[in-house]
Structures are given as structure tokens and as C-alpha cells.
């Protein structure tokens, strides 16, 4: 290869040389090539045909190149113009000056320039010979490139660099190029011009290819933009789809985060809900559709609303996941969801829950000892087929829990159980508000903005109140065994009560009325044992009845004639809400709530 004065000895170099050097001298004319001498006649057969050739016939034949069969003899009138052209007679210069490619030679551990192609002095502009590749070639400078010259210089080895971007300059546009850097030998290849280049010796150089990418990574960033829309649309639809207040109940403190996948990882499908329930209780949801993307969160979201009505049924744990798990189904029977619903009781100071194949529930007591709420655990929600049951686990004042998703604990390189054995220990010092532990666990699972997967926390606490904040909350609670003297004894038994806590007459009037409509329904509609309890909190009045009948009342429109029918009509009248569900035990409860005013 030769480039002004210089020849980089590449594959096929050696044999270019040799037929370069038959050539005639400048000045010297041409002489053309000999052609092949034409065997004499040869002797023909008896029937006119030739005889077979001898081997003294074949001595002036084109031997075959490169292993290939041979061609015949030219002819006397075939001249060598007429022979196929081989690559060893193309020229390299004039090959890499019509490539599109940007191509650049140096040599020498300066990095003297050799060469560069037309493509190369159209984006860069003429770059001198001779100079060094700081001087002449300042772009690769700016490339980064010159440090990897020198690696290849040194190691003998080929390197590349991916799509770096070149300034448009003059062009319309910047363009972007990955560039390779091969080792080669660079030999003279004459006098030279001027003596402090000359140079005898072979010397050790470096060929820089310059490939445009700049449509590929056009592409790669309009996809990448694409995808960051699609994530974004998720992301928004997601949070949308939250809750962007958590319902505060009277008796638990809870808070609870939500932080999608890195900007790598579509978004999941992974939700939490809080439902204040009347009579004090409490619903905590959290779940996890599989998949990803804006399908994964529309799936949740119908799921999500799903739990709220269902919720508003005041049905057991397990039955709210048994209707879920039709409903995931008809949604879209690709889709499945895991799912744990969880129902707080502050007077039985119990967390009764239903697992639809999510995670354990993590309880930690008092003395700060954390443990694993056990099973059981169905299958997620959608596969169809099974029988939830509830379970349940102590959660009475200076208790805490956590519910969360996956996210949170699964690891590509580890078990899970390892995650949740991880979560207890972090969960076992993480001390404050529920807000302030939920991101202490973050922080403890190193969970970071570029995490592969939606991460979901709920933490509820229920506080051990003292002092002034326990002089809010108190529990009456009498046993009423039916007969005539029930409905008066109930009457007496709230009237002091509501005037120990120090009501005002009004408040005070409408919960003796209140409790004494609900026991008369109890006393007429349902069977012993009955039981009225009285709960005040910080915020709300709550009066309870329940019995050993599981029919629940309703509703209804007395007419003028009825004697009965009323009961429920007033309680409703008269209370912020009301309700009534079954109990675990067999029966019902039936209750109504009172708002206190804020002072």
C-alpha cells in the first residue's frame, strides 16, 4: 500500500511488491509481456483426431492461482488485456479513497500522519503529511482516540470505540462514528522529500477506520424516547392509581411509599390501599400484578377499586381474596396477582389477614422482637380453583407491621427467603414514625432510584397511648341476656357512660337513643348471647351491638300502619354512618358511629 512515500505491509502486500518490481523503471519503455509459446503441431491419430498431449506441450500453460483450477492456454490472438483482473493488481490507495469510510494511517510512536482518504478530508478537512496526529489530526484528540492509538501502538492489538459524535461543521447535522484502530507496518517506499521524515526501516503504525452510525443511533435514541414516553405514561397512570392520601384510622398510624424500576425497568404493577371499615376497624391491602407496562397497571387499578367495594361488604379476609380471585380472572385470564388483605380490630387487638400467594406479613411486638405472620397462603389471585382462609396474629398497642411487595426483597443472585430474613433484621431496629421506617427499609435493602423492580411498603403501628392521648380512647362494655329488663339496663348503662366521658347533652341524648334502638333490634331480631359495647376515640363515638344471629338488618320504608321497622330508619337519621357484618364466631354485629367535634 502505498501512500506518498510510505507502504503499510498488509495481508497480500508481499505479493504486490514482488509484481511491482518487474515493472519497468521511470524512463524505461515498456516492454510488453511475452506471450506463451505455441507447442508444435501435434501428431493426429488415425481418425484425424489429435493425439494426447505430452508433457512437453504443456510447459508454456498459465499455472492456476491461488490453488484455483487453471485457465487454458491463451490463445495467439488472446492478449494479456483480455485476463481477469486480480485484487493483488488493484491499488490500495485508490481502493480506501473511494470507500465511504473515514480511514487515516499513522506511524511511528508520534503518530506521524501517512495518509488519509478523501471521505476523512470531506468531514475534517486536508490534513498534512508527515506531522504528528496532535498537530494534523487535533479531531482525534478531541475523539479521546489518541490514548487508544497508543494501547494498539503498544499491544499489537485492535480497538474499537463505539459511536462517538463528530460536529457537523458546515453539514446540516452532527454525525456519530465508531471508530477501529488496527495495528499495521508502515515501510518506505523511496527517497524522501524531506530528511527529517526520511525514513529506511519499517515502521510500526496504526490504520484508524471511522464507520458511520449515525442513522443506528438516530433510531436508538428515537426508541429510547419512545420507551421513556411509554414509561412515563405508566409511572403516571400508576401513581394516578394510588392512593394519593392514606385514609388515617383512629387507632393506627400508617404510611406507606411506592418507587418504580429504574428508568431500565417498565413499570410494575404493585398497589397498596388503606379502607377505614366504621366501628373502629381497619383494612390494609396490598398487592402486585405480574407484567409490566401500562396493561400491568390498569389491571391493578381495576383491582384496587375491586377491594374497596368489596371492603364496604365487611366480609371475612378470605372471602374479599375468593371474589378477587374470579374477578382477576375475568379481567384478563392472562394476568395474575398476588395479594394479602388484612383486617385490624382494636378491640380484639388482633390482625386477621388472607395471603392470595404474597409474601408473609412481618409483626414486630412490643419488646422488639419481629416475626413472620404464618400461613395461610393460597395461590395468586386468577389461577382459580381454591378455598382461601384467614388467619390471624396478635396486633395490640405498641405493635407494628409491614406489608410489601417483591421489589423489595427478591434479588437475582439470592433466595428470597434471604431478602425476608434481610427485611426482619432491618425491620427489628427501624424505629419512628411509620413514614421514617419506611424509608429506613429502603435505605437498608438498598433500594436506590436505578432498582430493577417496583418496590411497594405499607407500615401501620398501633401506639401505646398514655396520658392525655390515653384519656381520648376508652371501652364500656355490658352483656345483656335478653328478658324485659335488657332494653332499660342497656338505656342506664349508656346514659353513664357517655356522662362519665363528659358528652355534651346533645351527644350525650343521641347515643342513649342510638344504643337503645340497636339493642331493641338485637332484643327482637336476634338470639343471646348480646353483648353492648361503647368505644370513644379522638374523633368519633362508636356504639355496637352484637348477637348470636348472622341475619344481617337493612334498611327500609315503615309505612304509617307498622309497628315496627323504625329502628334501623332512626339509628341511620341519626349517626354520621352505620353498618352491620358477620362475626368470625357466627352471628353479627351491628353498630353506628358519631363524629365529635373538633376542639
Known amino acids: 500500500m502505498i501512500f506518498t512515500r510510505w507502504s503499510a505491509k498488509l495481508p497480500g502486500t508481499q505479493r504486490r511488491a514482488a509484481a511491482r518490481s518487474d515493472r519497468p523503471a521511470p524512463g524505461t519503455p515498456a516492454v510488453p509481456p511475452t506471450a506463451a509459446p505455441v507447442p508444435p503441431a501435434e501428431p493426429a491419430t488415425a481418425d484425424g483426431t489429435p493425439s494426447a498431449p505430452t508433457a512437453a506441450t504443456t510447459t508454456g500453460s498459465v499455472p492456476a492461482a491461488r490453488a484455483e483450477h487453471a485457465d487454458p492456454a491463451p490463445s495467439q490472438d488472446r492478449t494479456p488485456a483480455t485476463l481477469p483482473p486480480t485484487v493483488d493488481a488493484l491499488s490500495v490507495h485508490d481502493i480506501l479513497g473511494t470507500i465511504p469510510a473515514l480511514v487515516a494511517v499513522v506511524y511511528g510512536p ?16 486536508p490534513r498534512p503529511a508527515g506531522r504528528t496526529a496532535r498537530e494534523a489530526l487535533p479531531e482525534l484528540d478531541a475523539l479521546g482516540l489518541l490514548p487508544l492509538m497508543d494501547q494498539v501502538l503498544r499491544s499489537g492489538k485492535p480497538r474499537t470505540v463505539k ?88 387507632d393506627l398510624c400508617v404510611a ?120 395461610p397462603t393460597g395461590p395468586p389471585l386468577g389461577t382459580g380453583g381454591w378455598l382461601h382462609t384467614s388467619g390471624s396474629v396478635p396486633l395490640g398497642p405498641g405493635s407494628s407491621a409491614v406489608l410489601y411487595t417483591d421489589g423489595l426483597v427478591e434479588r437475582r443472585d439470592k433466595d428470597i427467603d434471604h431478602g425476608v ?20 427499609l429502603l435505605r437498608a435493602l438498598g433500594i436506590t432510584a436505578t432498582h430493577d ?27 345483656l341476656h335478653g328478658g324485659t329488663e335488657a332494653a332499660p339496663r342497656a338505656r342506664a348503662f349508656a346514659s353513664g357512660v357517655l356522662a362519665s366521658w363528659r358528652f355534651s347533652p346533645e351527644l350525650h341524648d343521641l347515643g342513649v337513643l342510638a ?40 334498611r327500609r320504608r315503615a309505612e304509617p300502619a307498622d309497628e315496627a321497622g323504625r329502628g334501623i330508619s332512626i339509628v341511620a337519621t341519626i349517626a354520621s354512618s352505620w353498618g352491620s357484618r358477620r362475626t368470625p364466631g357466627g352471628g353479627k354485629a351491628v353498630w353506628c358511629e358519631f363524629a365529635l367535634p373538633r376542639g
Open 421 to 440: 430474613e434481610a427485611l426482619e433484621r432491618a425491620f427489628a431496629g427501624a424505629a419512628g414514625a411509620p413514614d421514617i421506617v419506611c424509608d429506613r
Open 256 to 375: 406507606a411509599t411506592y418507587q418504580p424500576g429504574g428508568t431500565d425497568a417498565a413499570v410494575g404493577g404493585d398497589w397498596y390501599d388503606v379502607i377505614t371499615l366504621g366501628a373502629g376497624r381497619t383494612a390494609l391491602v396490598i398487592g402486585d400484578v405480574m407484567g409490566r407496562g401500562v396493561r400491568a397497571a390498569a389491571v391493578m387499578g381495576q383491582l384496587r377499586t375491586a377491594v374497596r367495594a368489596y371492603a364496604r361488604l365487611d366480609l371475612p379476609p378470605h372471602e374479599v381474596l375468593q371474589l378477587l380471585d374470579g374477578l382477576a380472572a375475568e379481567i384478563d385470564a392472562s394476568q395474575i396477582a398476588t395479594c394479602v388483605y388484612a383486617v385490624h380490630d382494636p378491640n380484639e387487638g388482633r390482625l386477621v389477614y388472607a395471603s392470595a400467594g404474597h409474601l408473609p406479613i412481618l409483626v414486630r411486638d412490643p419488646d422488639g422482637t419481629v416475626h413472620r405472620a404464618a400461613e
Open 163 to 250: 459511536s462517538r459524535k463528530v460536529p457537523g461543521g458546515d453539514r446540516t447535522r452532527d454525525g456519530y462514528y465508531t471508530f477501529t484502530c488496527t495495528p499495521i507496518e508502515v515501510a518506505a517506499s523511496g527517497p524522501a522529500p524531506d530528511p527529517e521524515v526520511a525514513c529506511v526501516a519499517p515502521h510500526k503504525g496504526v490504520l484508524v477506520f471511522g464507520a458511520e452510525v449515525t442513522d443506528q443511533i438516530e433510531s436508538a435514541e428515537r426508541l429510547r424516547a419512545s420507551e421513556a414516553r411509554q414509561r412515563e405514561a405508566a409511572v403516571t397512570l400508576q401513581r394516578s392509581l394510588l392512593p394519593q392520601e392514606l385514609e388515617q384510622p383512629d
Open 110 to 125: 508520534e503518530h506521524r500522519l501517512a495518509y488519509v482518504n478523501g471521505a476523512y478530508a470531506s468531514v475534517f478537512g
Open 453 to 479: 423492580d417496583d418496590v411497594a411498603i405499607l407500615v401501620l403501628q398501633h401506639p401505646a397511648r398514655t396520658g392525655h392521648d390515653a384519656e381520648l380512647f376508652h371501652n364500656a362494655a355490658l352483656e
Open 515 to 554: 344504643a337503645s334502638e340497636l339493642v331493641a333490634n338485637s332484643l327482637q331480631h336476634g338470639t343471646p348471647p348480646m353483648r353492648l359495647r361503647l368505644r370513644r376515640t379522638d374523633r368519633r363515638l362508636i356504639v355496637e351491638v352484637t348477637d348470636g344471629d348472622d341475619h344481617l338488618p337493612r
